[in-house]
């Protein structure tokens, strides 16, 4: 249905680079340990919330960098999948060669739509949408990064205001009317305004054409 641009593997290359060597900053300075953040962590009482809702045992971390969402601790001998009620996180990271998309209750994709080339977008949120079982729990910045790529671009390729990211979700949601979706927008890498969880069905179901 959607075809990928000769953009997508070029991007998943740098990002590839970057992993291994590092970047330059927009600042100045350069960064070794590249991607290894656990941006969920920030979410965690809000993904704790969803989990619990779905009685959800599984996710596929999607795009998980150098992270692993199993044995990180949100705090001093409190895991976080501990905290939030999962039993098995699987991590997917093309651009480090590590796990491959599986179907879980949840999907988690945070801090990775804003690298995608604006072309590959509605096949990203399509695999996403294909490899949940219950919900799309995503989290997107709308504002530029720190982080230049090796070409001199700047790593948030897709920078765009929340209400297109949720356009964007609302259409490819069309195609999986039963599965249900979660966004995060960042205005700010502390800030974000959460946009509720949502199905197409509810819509589809309502008497109402204004939704």
């Known amino acids: 249905m959607f075809n990928l641009s ?27 340990n590249v991607y290894s953040d656990a941006e969920p962590l920030k979410f965690s009482q809000s993904i704790k919330k969803i989990v619990k809702y779905f009685k959800a045992e599984t996710a596929l971390d999607y795009g998980s960098g150098g992270s692993n969402l199993n044995t990180i601790e949100l705090q001093k ?32 994709c945070f801090d990775v739509l804003e690298h995608i080339f604006i072309n590959d977008v509605p096949w990203v949120l399509k695999e996403l949408f294909a490899n949940a079982k ?24 897709t920078v765009r205001p929340p209400l297109w990211w949720l356009g964007q979700i609302e259409c490819i949601s069309t195609l999986y009317p039963e599965i249900y979706w979660a966004l995060f927008t960042s205005q700010s890498h502390q800030n974000f305004d959460f946009l509720g969880v949502h199905r197409m069905k509810d819509k589809i179901d309502s008497k109402k054409f204004v939704q």
């Open 6 to 32: 000769p953009q997508y593997d070029l991007l998943l290359d740098h990002y590839s680079l970057m992993a291994e060597n590092g970047y330059q900053r927009t600042d100045g300075q350069f960064v070794k």
């Open 77 to 108: 001998d409190i895991k976080f999948i501990d905290f939030i009620g999962l039993k098995k996180i699987y991590p997917y990271e093309p651009a480090r060669k590590k796990g491959k998309p599986k179907k879980c209750d949840l999907v988690l």
């Open 134 to 157: 219950q919900c799309v729990i995503i989290n997107v910045a709308c504002y530029k990064a720190a982080a230049l790529l090796p070409n001199g671009e700047n790593a948030h390729i």
